[in-house]
């Protein structure tokens, strides 16, 4: 199977649901910068947003460096994926709407919980059909950082009802965790000198 | 003719099929997860309809595997089929919206039905220039599958307006059929261990 | 240059457009038949538009394929037919919504002059740097079809606000004559034996 | 790393950007000539920031080509710009739904300089992993007219408020200037008649 019809797909997917959260902007129906400003929490939302939606791309392109083929399984592992990544653009626009307030926050995390899990999966799906010592095995590794990820947004989504603002400091956290490029990946790539893999 | 432009179109129409379903979710008015519970028949519907638009991405990526050639009225087949897709997030929307009501539900079976018989007459198209021994052929054999998911459909439609939820278990039992792979292609593509098809 | 990012970008802005029209259908407020039906002056819009979207993609596919250069303005005559058809949701939604009263029905047709209009310099940006000899040359050769198209789409505009049906009849008919493939371009490609073209 | 995926990721925005701003033309709910009059301002907008727009896709179309590798800065320096061209739709609406008033008008621009600033870090994070006697730097030289573009935004900002057409005017104009083909990559392009780079 091809691997990249699965990318174009997925960067279709993820494409789109960047650009649809602009359309939760709704138009002020005031020309002046305190109708602009009373948008604040949503602009704060939709950047968040934008950088975890950033993160599963840019990880996503990474991973799909190193995997050598695809089947059935990881097709839907993938299709499993974009779907709680769809779902951001709503719970985004609800937590804005209504200032981070506890529920909200609550289900946000809860969406980025699922949306980890199943990109867990995927790297399951997909080291079950490469050999133990693929680049992919090497690259994925033991995956602490997901796992940690996955930890956070638990305890987030317990406190968020209490004190909404440490949920999303936890969320802001995790995002700065994955800002730092996935060195796993790029080591790998940089220890295979005949470009093979890509 | 190319079939890579025919694939990238199909692919980007159905990633934003997949992706505007999520804008009939209304965020709601409230910050309660009652507000949220009220959406759940939205969001049953919409993941009926995630499935099945998945199931349709899947299948078109193993059938343009084994494709070797398209012509002009293999294009219009793929746009007739699009066409019928291109529908399903309104009937998710109306069928979510009025909590699976007996004219929504049979209303949906009838895109799913026209979908299925456009993918029908979209095969019918290919095998009509590919040759009697021609790995497509081979796959696509007589579609079983895709004749009986015709006919539960045509009985869904009309046990729609009596009982609902018998209706809408058929969708969800044709959906369970076919999640299980297509491994007809599957083989196919493995009895041909020169990769060429790729 | 190349001309591959020109034909993805156009097929995502055209994959995009075919799609957003649907968003025009206003999920209806009540479960009957009788609601679905009041859209059908919506539907019958919706369908006369996928169908021209649905030819220029496919005329766009097949120019493309006997284009062996793009420039500058290439692109830029590109980018102003995406603009004529970008309106084309638009004007949909205004036509079916009045029930093809006499103004949208001419400013649809506006559009549609545009449109045709723009996909004319665009054949002519790409003839002016390919060779007189050359496939594309051969294929467009003097475009009857194109200009009778114009003259056509300049009746309906001005019989629209007194006879719209007669408007949109034109309209309809200028779609069967180009549903019709394009057997100019498939010609050319048959003569070139090598497929050096693809 | 590869950049086939970037450029993919990046067209499908910028596809997706040029298109929804499209939604924000509100069908008028009269079917009169004066209904579609009253949208000019709305209309307006829109070919303005299409435009911009379409310079920013033609301009990373030529960037990508004189572009050997990209690295994670880069992914994250080239997500920075979609960023800020994902506003792009709301400024538009705001400022024509308010016919081009003070405030709406230096948002607007502030967008334009975000992105610029945005286009010029991207240039820089591909400087730096280029060689400097290569293509890219050749190519991209000082970027005057980078430089000059972000100085006419400042200008335009601080004028909104008081004249906001002459702020409209240096959009315009500014637009304007780009629409010359960027001719520096171009003759990089042409004396490099081995045909490499692309």
Redesign the interface.
């Known amino acids: 199977?091809?691997k990249s019809?699965l990318?174009?797909?997925s960067?279709?997917?993820?494409?789109?649901?960047?650009?649809?959260m602009?359309?939760?902007?709704k138009?002020?129906s005031e020309?002046?910068?305190a109708a602009?400003c009373s948008l604040a929490p949503v602009f704060l939302s939709y950047?968040l947003s934008?950088i975890y939606l950033?993160i599963y791309?840019?990880n996503h392109?990474h991973l799909?460096?190193v995997v050598h083929k695809v089947?059935?399984?990881v097709?839907?592992a993938n299709?499993h994926l974009?779907?709680w990544l769809?779902?951001i653009?709503?719970v985004t626009?609800?937590m804005g709407?209504?200032h981070f307030?506890?529920?909200?926050v609550a289900?946000y995390g809860a969406i980025l919980l699922f949306s980890g899990t199943a990109y867990y999966i995927l790297t399951r799906c997909l080291l079950a059909i490469h050999q133990a010592d693929s680049p992919l095995a090497k690259a994925v590794g033991r995956d602490g950082k997901g796992i940690i990820s996955l930890l956070v947004y638990s305890v987030a989504i317990l406190l968020a009802n209490f004190h909404s603002w440490i949920a999303c400091s936890l969320y802001v956290m995790v995002a700065c965790m994955w800002?730092i490029?996935?060195t796993r990946i790029?080591h790998v790539?940089m220890d295979d000198p005949t470009g093979k893999l890509?």
Chains 1, 2, 3, 4 share one sequence.
């Open positions: 199977m091809k019809r990318e174009a797909f960067d279709g997917v993820m494409a789109i649901l960047i650009t649809i602009v359309l939760d902007f138009v002020p020309a002046s910068l602009l950047v934008y950033g791309w840019n392109h799909m460096q089947n059935g399984p097709l839907w299709l974009l779907f769809s779902l653009p709503f626009a609800w709407n209504h307030e506890g529920i909200p289900v800002l490029p996935d790029e790539l890509e």
